[in-house]
Structure formats: structure tokens, C-alpha cells
């Protein structure tokens, strides 16, 4: 892996290291990354979202350290923030999701690796700490089942399915782009040449690829079939609505991951913070919650905590410092984010992660 940059760009928060990001990325990769689906309005709308709840702190609490840890299936980890899987990471930086990874590991964080990374398995694995593989799945199962048995043996911890992806959104500046991969950036781990680039297309070559190779008709069978070809755990991510939760109890899983694809798939969906609360309500204590999307601050996750996430995702920010400084710029994004809830809590009057019971948030118009 090539070394770090010494210097950090200098970012004071996530979205000025979005900007910075976007001056130094081709235009058809920035638009890849953070554009959504349709008006963009669910992309919109995980932000605004955040903004109608406020937080009611607590004072005279005697708070002198803030300790973030906490345990994510069974994994300690320094902060309850964790990397979503991200695609095509060569994009950003030649090391690709090995610097992601290696960046997530001096955090003390769990990393979630993408079907369609730019690094294969084995690669990622060796500069990983704790690592999650994040599934899609393919129409021909063979591919599916050769990509959860590599992961198993690379030392994953679990299997996160990603559920509301059968069929691309419309990305219009995909589209307007003709996204596509660059020369020597490929899907590496899938081994056939068909799977590994995306077609030549007038559109978005992304959209060609998952409707001409990825299981259109996904169902809780293919969760049953998947659950019973790994010893690792399930996960489910980008579940919106309390019955499909439950279901996802029902079908096994030991996690699931509150997310609309970062407003990339359905446009109009409900803010994922929106949806938390009654997911939280239906799985009770018998599944972990996590939450992904529209995450950009301390308070934000705060926020996310207070109403049972046992921990957030992000996704978007960690890429913008990977293409800013690379692992060194990823690394600055995570510890930033550490910094802010660090401060958030203390001024709340919370010491630890459980102190975030006895604080209350109002929802404002």
C-alpha cells in the first residue's frame, strides 16, 4: 500500500471535506459518489430529517470523561461509528478500500466492504481490524455463494445483506456522465470477466450492470438460502418499515441497518432517522439497530443513540477524506467525527453511552 500522505488537508467538518473532495475528483466520480436517485429529495431528506429533532441536555451531571465505547455483534469497538459499505473506492485513491480499511482499523472501528469493491477480499483482509462483507446478490448463485464463502474465510465477521437494491435507481447524473469505470479500476472480486467491468452504455453503466446480472425478484428466500451456507451472522441492510424488521427477526438475523441506499434507490422514502424509532420498537432487544444515512455530525449521532440505534454508519464523509489524503484523510474524518460526539455528549451531561437514556430529544416543524 502506498504511504500516507504526512499533511491533512484542512477540513474543520464533514461537509467542508466534501468540498475539498470535490475539487480534486473528476467530475463524473464526484457526481457518482454524491449524487441520489430522482429529484434527489430522500437524499435531501436524511439531513433535514436530523434537523427536526432537538436534544433536551442534562446539567450537573459530574461528567469529567466521555468513555464511546460499545459492543456491535459481539465486537468492542472505541466509538459507536462505524464505515458503510462504499463502492468503486479506486475512484478516489489508488489504495482504494485498503486505505478505508486500514483507516477504520487505527480508529478502532468495524469496516464494511462492498460486493463491488476495487480491492478483492484477501487484499482488504490483510490491512483490516475488524471487518464486516457487505452482499449483493447475484442472479447466477454460484457468484453469490464464491463471494460469502471468501469472505468467511478472510476473517469477516459478518454477512450484511443490502435488500433495497434488485434494480438500480435512476441516478440521472449517472446518466448525463455515462458513468463508467476508468481503465486498470474493475470489480475485483468477482472472477469472470463479465462481473468484473461495467458495459459500454450511452447511460449509466452501473444500471447496466445490476439489471443485467443481479437477482431482480430478491426475497427472504434468498436470506434463508445465504443464512444457511455461512456460520457467520446476518445482517440486513436498508429496511425502512417495522414489519419488514420483524420479518428480518423472523428470517435470523442478528442485525439490521436502517438505510434508503443514502437516497440513491427510491426517491421520496422516509428519512432513515424518521424510521428509526418504530423499527426499534419492533425488534426489541431480539436484533441489534444501526442507522445509515444523512449522518454529518456529533449530535447527529447523538440523536441516532437516543432513539435506539446501537450504533450509525457512515458512508459519503469517510470516501471525501479518502479522496482528499487517502488512509490519512479517511482516518481525520473518523477521528472528527469521534471529537464532535466526544464534546456533544459531555455537553449533554452524558459520561458514557448508557447516560443516553436519560436524555430526551423534541421534535420541532
Known amino acids: 500500500m502506498a504511504e500516507a500522505p504526512l499533511e491533512v488537508a484542512a477540513g474543520l467538518n464533514l461537509e467542508e471535506y466534501q468540498e475539498l ?46 468513555d464511546l465505547s460499545v459492543t456491535v455483534l459481539d465486537e468492542q469497538v472505541s466509538m459507536p461509528i462505524l464505515c458503510s459499505p462504499v ?54 448463485r454460484s457468484v453469490t455463494l464464491d463471494l460469502v464463502q471468501r469472505a468467511e474465510a478472510a476473517g469477516a465477521g459478518a454477512i450484511i445483506i443490502t435488500v433495497d437494491m434488485p434494480i438500480a435507481g435512476r441516478r440521472e447524473a449517472d446518466e448525463r456522465n455515462s458513468f463508467a469505470l476508468p481503465e486498470g479500476v474493475e470489480v475485483a472480486n468477482l472472477l469472470q470477466y463479465l462481473y468484473r467491468r461495467l458495459p459500454e452504455t450511452g447511460g449509466s453503466g452501473l444500471a447496466a450492470y445490476i439489471s443485467s446480472l443481479w437477482n431482480p425478484a430478491l426475497s427472504w428466500d434468498d436470506v434463508d438460502w445465504i443464512a444457511g451456507r455461512t456460520r457467520l451472522p446476518i445482517g440486513i441492510k436498508g429496511l425502512l418499515a417495522a414489519e419488514d424488521a420483524r420479518l428480518a427477526v423472523e428470517h435470523g438475523a442478528k442485525m439490521v441497518v436502517v438505510s434508503n441506499h443514502g437516497g440513491r434507490q427510491l426517491d421520496q422514502c422516509i428519512a432513515t432517522v424518521d424510521a428509526l424509532p418504530s423499527i426499534v420498537e419492533a425488534v426489541g432487544k431480539q436484533c441489534e439497530v444501526l442507522l445509515d444515512g444523512g449522518v454529518r455530525r456529533g449530535t447527529d449521532v447523538m440523536k441516532a443513540l437516543i432513539l435506539g440505534a446501537k450504533a450509525v454508519m457512515i458512508g459519503r464523509p469517510y470516501v471525501w477524506g479518502l479522496a482528499c489524503d487517502g488512509e490519512a484523510g479517511a482516518l481525520r474524518v473518523l477521528e472528527m467525527l469521534r471529537a464532535e460526539l466526544q464534546l456533544d455528549m459531555h455537553l449533554a451531561g452524558c459520561g458514557s453511552l448508557k447516560d443516553l437514556s436519560g436524555i430526551h430529544l423534541r421534535q420541532v416543524s
Open 87 to 140: 463502492s468503486f473506492q479506486r475512484l478516489c485513491c489508488p489504495d482504494g478500500e485498503i486505505a478505508s480499511a486500514a483507516a477504520a482499523k487505527r480508529a478502532g472501528t468495524i469496516f464494511s466492504l462492498s460486493t463491488l469493491a476495487t480491492r478483492t477480499i484477501e487484499e482488504v483482509a490483510e490491512y483490516a481490524g475488524a471487518w464486516w462483507f457487505q452482499l449483493y446478490c447475484y442472479s447466477d
Open 21 to 66: 473532495a470535490r475539487g480534486r475528483l473528476p467530475p463524473s466520480h464526484y457526481d457518482y459518489i454524491a449524487g441520489g436517485s430522482g429529484d434527489e429529495n430522500t437524499l435531501r431528506g436524511n439531513r433535514e430529517a436530523f434537523q427536526r429533532w432537538r436534544i433536551v441536555p442534562r446539567m450537573l451531571r459530574g461528567v469529567d470523561a466521555v
